[in-house]
């Protein structure tokens, strides 16, 4: 955990950005919380988000990969998959996710693909299949993420209430 890894992103992405003075790959993370579950995100685009995390330290208490940690890594993938869709002016921000959960997976290493199913000028949805180390499908989930101009999503974090 914690180690650098790199991050394939378009070349016309990365020169967006970097025009801006934004360095995208240290940017897009999978921040705190995929951090301590180890999701490292391999490839990212609007049409294509990968991503791996450890079954290890992420199971419930039968020893099974949690339902939780599939959720967070397929809302991880859609969200990155929204925001690229998005571009620098837009925020992608979830308003629904459903994950089928189809069997089980007790160690090894689970990837994620999210692809689009839906991008427009207000609304992403995205598919999200992980799978394990045999490309067995242990989940199918489904992310929609609201795109919020910047400026709005700003303006509304700075008028929410201070939380204690």
Known sequence: MGEQHAVKFPQEVLDEYAALGIDLPTLFSAGHLGERMDIRILEASADRVVATMPVEGNTQP??????????????TLGSVGAMMHGGITKIAVGVDLNCTHHRGARSGIVTGVAT???????????????TDEQDKRICTAR??????????????????????
């Open 143 to 164: 992310l929609t993420c609201l795109l919020r101009d910047v400026d709005q999503a700003v303006a509304a974090a700075s008028q929410a209430p201070a939380q204690a």
């Open 116 to 130: 689009p199913v839906h991008r427009g000028r207000t609304t992403t949805t995205f598919e999200i299949v992980i």
């Open 62 to 75: 039968y020893g099974l990969l949690h339902g939780g940690a599939s959720a967070v890594l397929a809302e």
